[in-house]
Every structure is written in C-alpha cells, then in structure tokens.
C-alpha cells in the first residue's frame, strides 16, 4: 500500500533558489501545455504530449523524472475532468454544478508540484539526494539537491521502499514541504466481526458492531470548541486590521495566517488520533471489515459553520488507509 509521510526539510539559501526555479519552469510547462490542450491544438495523451514538448526550453531545467510527470499529472487531470463530464451529462443530480477543465498554476500561491520518482532519488548517510538537469547542475555548481533526514523522519519511513518525492509549496503558510512517498505491506486480518461508523460533530463518529450491543463514541466538542475559538480570533484581527486600515474587504495579516496554520495542524492532529482510535477499538473488537454511511452531502446539508470547516471526508480516509494497514476491508455506502 502506498502512504505518504509530509514533513519540512531544513532548506538553505541554494537549495531555496533551486527549488524556486523548479517549481517555475515545471509550473510554466505545466500551463503552456494545459492552454495547448485547453485551445484544441492537443490531447491529453501522455505519450504524445511528451514528444512535442520535450524539446521546449524550460525542459533543460527540468530532469527528465520532473518533466514527465509533470505531463503524466497534467494529462490525469484532464482525463478525470472529461470522465466527470460525462458523468455530468448522465448524472447532473450528483454534482453541484458543471465541471471544470483544469486550471493553470500561479507561482505565488498553487504553484505545481515537484516530482522525483525513485531512480532520481538517493539516501546516502542520512540525506535524500535528488538528480537535478545538466543545466541546473551547472548553473548552481551542485551535484544534486541535498536534504537532511532527521531521525524522526526515517523511523517513520522504510528508505528501501520510497516510490517519490514530492517537492510542494503550502499556500497558507508560504513553506515548502517534502512529501515522501513509500510502500508499506498489509497485515493480514482473520475478525469476522463488522463495525459501523456513523461521523458528526458533536460525536465525531458513532460505532456500533454486527455481533454485539457494544457501542462507542469519539467525542467531538474538543474540536469543535477549538475550531470556533479559531475563529473568533480571525474574524477580531481581521476587524482590527480592516478599521487600521479603512477597508471594508478582509485584510489577511502574519498573525492571522499563523492562526489559520495552528488550526489545520490541531485539527489534523485530532483527526489522527480520532482515526487510531477507531482503528484500535476495530481490532479489540474482532472486526473484519468497517461500514461507514454516506457523507456527500453531510456538509452541504449542514449550516453550521464548525462542521464546514472539519473535514468529515480526511477522517473517512484516514480510517481508510490505517484500515487497510491492519487487514480490514472498508466499505462506503452511498
């Protein structure tokens, strides 16, 4: 099973630079061939749009891994886009409104991401080394882009078995982000018991099994109370910072983006151990596979504005994989 492990590397001021220029020409790529697509003049073939725009000159900046993937990725989301479609025209019921062709990237805040697949990677006495292009080589004297790996970071990853390197900007708090991707074997599980999970707010998930009248709940209101401080706090230094400055128009200010970083990283947090919670009460239990209802429209029913902005849908997933992990089958109605 593939997972994937985010962290922040320590980047100096040459590998920032490096970086930096990356993420522009994979990102200019990225939209000159997504506008070639978007007039007609191409499509979304992979293999195809590889022979034409190989030769273009913000590939010499590029190695080939980061080249082609950036098309491989650029050419899936134009594949999903046009499967939506379809299904659009045959379902319209199940969508909140037309689908959209995908968009192009803007370096200052959703710039395109920078993939290294495993034969441009390396670990070597604690580092991650990753190939760069002849021209980068040569224009920052280095032989590779080299980061530290901490001690944490490699107890939580098995070296032997990374599959790629994501290099990726996070919009909200400006940072750059190594997100490692890995293969992690499957336990096997032999429970034949079936567990049920029905997600909300104030409880964060209801469990009920098959073969028992045990029940449980995983409390939500620490969440909840959390998220509401967060955003009182936001909406006071926003109103602060809108009367300093005369503007009736939401001003956005270091404070505020630190806040709005806290609450993401509280709230994924609680969601990871909401998640291992639910796991570990599946194995004491003997459960073989996880039920969980539908929760498509679970937030667009609701009006609360705590439950818009906790990701019902990042627990159901985390439950997911670490279900997977452990050998239970995981099932969604919808």
């Not at 993420?23 to 749009?49: E, M, Q």
């Not at 006495?125 to 980061?147: A, C, H, R, T």
């Not at 293969?183 to 029905?198: A, F, L, Q, R, Y």
């Amino acid at each position: 099973m593939k997972l994937s492990f985010k962290f922040k590397p320590a980047i100096n001021h040459k590998n920032l630079n490096i970086i930096r220029t990356l993420s522009f020409h994979t990102s200019k790529l990225y939209n000159i061939v997504n506008y070639s697509i978007n007039k007609g003049k191409n499509k979304p073939v992979y293999s195809k749009l590889d022979k034409k725009f190989r030769d273009n000159w913000h590939c010499d900046f590029l190695h080939s891994h980061n080249r082609q993937h950036c098309l491989k990725l650029l050419a899936q989301n134009w594949k999903s886009y046009f499967r939506s479609l379809n299904d659009y025209k045959n379902n319209p019921s199940k969508y909140n409104g037309m689908p959209k062709p995908p968009k192009y990237k803007y370096l200052d805040f959703n710039s395109n991401e920078i993939i290294f697949t495993n034969y441009a990677i390396r670990i070597k006495n604690g580092n991650i080394l990753l190939s760069l292009s002849k021209k980068m080589k040569s224009m920052y004297k280095v032989d590779n882009l080299k980061f530290e790996l901490s001690d944490k970071v490699q107890s939580f990853i098995n070296m032997d078995s990374i599959q790629q390197v994501k290099i990726k900007r996070e919009s909200v708090s400006n940072r750059w982000y190594l997100i490692v991707v890995y293969n992690k074997e499957c336990k096997e599980n032999n429970g034949d018991n079936v567990m049920s999970i029905d997600p909300g707010l104030d409880n964060l998930a209801a469990i009920t099994f098959k073969d028992s009248n045990k029940n449980y709940l995983i409390n939500g209101k620490p969440l909840k109370s959390k998220n509401a401080y967060y955003n009182k706090e936001i909406a006071r230094l926003s109103s602060i910072r809108m009367k300093q400055v005369g503007s009736k128009k939401f001003k956005n200010t270091n404070r505020i983006k630190s806040l709005r970083i806290d609450r993401r990283n509280y709230v994924l947090n609680y969601l990871h151990k909401a998640s291992r919670q639910a796991i570990d009460i599946a194995l004491n239990e003997n459960v073989g596979t996880i039920v969980i209802g539908d929760i498509k429209n679970i937030k667009q029913n609701s009006i609360i504005k705590s439950f818009v902005q906790i990701p019902v849908q990042r627990l159901v997933n985390m439950i997911e994989y670490k279900a997977k992990l452990e050998g239970i089958s995981f099932i969604k109605i919808n």
